[in-house]
């Protein structure tokens, strides 16, 4: 039995990277992103589609069990440590507040939008805050992917969409929290305090997270131990997974502790060494985490009604965002073309959607429809921002990117 689990394991997993390189090759020869390929792979592979041939003893050839999830969640790991070596310390304190204002307002903007939209629809309140929640959090790594493609990671709107995009997961965090509370409960709680002490205690955690990160790594990774062959890479990397998990054990998702751990070796000696290594890593797992996104993508439960439900979401999804984080992006820019882009880069979805949708599911407050039509809204948003973020970028000069050195000045 252990073999065959193996086995299928190994075989989901080298289709799901197989099909993700041939369609991102694809997408590359006719001139679009490249996770948009990776994603759309994923969709034709999964066990709903092409993947759901009966193979093994009657089971899908690709399954997605708990283990091919978990792998996709080190892959994001991996995709928000990198991230994290592209902004310094220094950079991210000088972009905390902006990075906050735009990341809340990012929240808070889909949340009530969408909640009061719900509710006057006909929708039950506890419902309705559950597929609010579901439009609050940004999927960093795909933005993150398809600006690292167009060499503007490092551009102000850039590094500001990352900023921006990690204090939204922290909060979304925090909302998810409260959330997932009234639906083990089944009562929605309307005690102010309780929720903004949570939402404080998270951004405290976080805040410790961070100064650690960046007062330890360095002095960690400086040690004269690591000097034999390929030590300070696994150093570096057994550090990024312990400050991912202790960002779990915190109540936070790691990939903000994992970004916290790559902004932290940006200050240590052995920086190109481990930024080289930790890109490696990423030409593997990148496209494995965006195939296993859209793999977890089911279009069979489509209806006339859900296809109405999921147009309003949808279009809740891209303006709130665009508004929630494009308007006061403007006001730290000074320029309404770099404003527009932030407001783009934020309106993915991912996996925090997925999560939320499913926790709602199985407590039985989030019906059929409303779950699928969750489910079209984290597909839709995922899909169109890289093809958008790149036609936002086309008409724009190449920008070069900024030294590594002056960075870490």
Same mark, same amino acid.
């Given at each position: 039995?252990?073999?065959?689990?193996?086995?299928?394991?190994?075989?989901?997993?080298?289709?799901?990277?197989?099909?993700?390189?041939?369609?991102?090759?694809?997408?590359?020869?006719?001139?679009?992103?490249?996770?948009?390929?990776?994603?759309?792979?994923?969709?034709?592979?999964?066990?709903?589609?092409?993947?759901?041939?009966?193979?093994?003893?009657?089971?899908?050839?690709?399954?997605?069990?708990?283990?091919?999830?978990?792998?996709?969640?080190?892959?994001?790991?991996?995709?928000?440590?990198?991230?994290?070596?592209?902004?310094?310390?220094?950079?991210?304190?000088?972009?905390?507040?902006?990075?906050?204002?735009?990341?809340?307002?990012?929240?808070?903007?889909?949340?009530?939008?969408?909640?009061?939209?719900?509710?006057?629809?006909?929708?039950?309140?506890?419902?309705?805050?559950?597929?609010?929640?579901?439009?609050?959090?940004?999927?960093?790594?795909?933005?993150?992917?398809?600006? =690292?493609?167009?060499?503007?990671?490092?551009?102000?709107?850039?590094?500001?969409?990352?900023?921006?995009?990690?204090?939204?997961d922290v909060l979304g965090i925090a909302v998810l929290s409260v959330v997932l509370t009234m639906v083990n409960t089944g009562e929605v709680s309307a005690d102010i305090g309780n929720v903004v002490f949570l939402l404080l205690q998270v951004l405290g955690i976080y805040a410790a997270i961070l100064v650690a990160s960046v007062y330890v790594v360095p002095r960690f990774l400086n040690s004269r131990l690591w000097k034999p062959h390929g030590s300070a890479e696994a150093a570096a990397t057994a550090a990024c997974f312990a400050i991912s998990g202790a960002a779990a054990a915190a109540g936070l998702s790691p990939i903000v502790g994992a970004f916290a751990a790559g902004m932290a070796v940006t200050a240590s000696k052995v920086?190109?060494?481990?930024?080289?290594?930790?890109?490696?890593?990423?030409?593997?797992?990148?496209?494995?985490?965006?195939?296993?996104?859209?793999?977890?993508?089911?279009?069979?439960?489509?209806?006339?009604?859900?296809?109405?439900?999921?147009?309003?979401?949808?279009?809740?999804?891209?303006?709130?965002?665009?508004?929630?984080?494009?308007?006061?992006?403007?006001?730290?820019?000074? =320029?309404?073309?770099?404003?527009?882009?932030?407001?783009?880069?934020?309106?993915?979805?991912?996996? @925090?959607?997925?999560?939320?949708?499913?926790?709602?599911?199985?407590?039985?407050?989030?019906?059929? =429809?409303?779950?699928?039509?969750?489910?079209?809204?984290?597909?839709?948003?995922?899909?169109?921002?890289?093809?958008?973020?790149?036609?936002?970028?086309?008409?724009?000069?190449?920008?070069?990117?900024?030294? @590594?050195?002056?960075?870490?000045?």
């Amino acid at each position: 039995m252990a073999e065959s689990a193996i086995l299928h394991l190994l075989i989901t997993l080298a289709m799901l990277l197989f099909a993700a390189k041939l369609l991102a090759s694809l997408m590359r020869k006719i001139g679009q992103p490249v996770v948009l390929g990776e994603i759309i792979a994923g969709i034709i592979i999964s066990p709903f589609a092409l993947g759901g041939i009966p193979v093994f003893d009657g089971q899908p050839l690709v399954v997605l069990d708990e283990t091919v999830l978990q792998i996709g969640e080190i892959a994001a790991i991996v995709i928000l440590f990198v991230a994290g070596m592209n902004t310094t310390p220094r950079e991210f304190m000088r972009l905390g507040a902006p990075s906050f204002t735009v990341g809340a307002l990012g929240v808070i903007a889909p949340f009530f939008v969408g909640y009061f939209v719900f509710v006057a629809l006909g929708v039950a309140v506890l419902p309705a805050i559950i597929v609010a929640t579901a439009l609050t959090a940004t999927s960093i790594a795909i933005s993150v992917q398809v600006l =690292n493609e167009l060499g503007r990671l490092q551009s102000r709107e850039g590094r500001l969409i990352l900023g921006a995009a990690v204090a939204d997961d922290v909060l979304g965090i925090a909302v998810l929290s409260v959330v997932l509370t009234m639906v083990n409960t089944g009562e929605v709680s309307a005690d102010i305090g309780n929720v903004v002490f949570l939402l404080l205690q998270v951004l405290g955690i976080y805040a410790a997270i961070l100064v650690a990160s960046v007062y330890v790594v360095p002095r960690f990774l400086n040690s004269r131990l690591w000097k034999p062959h390929g030590s300070a890479e696994a150093a570096a990397t057994a550090a990024c997974f312990a400050i991912s998990g202790a960002a779990a054990a915190a109540g936070l998702s790691p990939i903000v502790g994992a970004f916290a751990a790559g902004m932290a070796v940006t200050a240590s000696k052995v920086f190109h060494k481990i930024r080289e290594f930790a890109e490696k890593l990423e030409i593997v797992f990148a496209p494995l985490f965006f195939a296993i996104i859209g793999a977890q993508v089911d279009l069979r439960g489509v209806n006339q009604e859900v296809m109405v439900l999921a147009g309003v979401v949808i279009a809740i999804a891209v303006v709130t965002k665009l508004a929630g984080c494009g308007l006061p992006s403007m006001l730290f820019l000074k =320029n309404r073309n770099k404003a527009m882009k932030v407001g783009i880069g934020m309106i993915s979805r991912g996996e @925090v959607g997925l999560i939320v949708a499913a926790a709602g599911a199985s407590a039985g407050v989030l019906s059929g =429809n409303l779950y699928t039509t969750v489910v079209i809204m984290v597909a839709v948003s995922t899909i169109i921002t890289p093809v958008w973020l790149k036609i936002a970028y086309r008409k724009d000069p190449p920008e070069p990117a900024a030294a @590594v050195e002056q960075q870490a000045k």
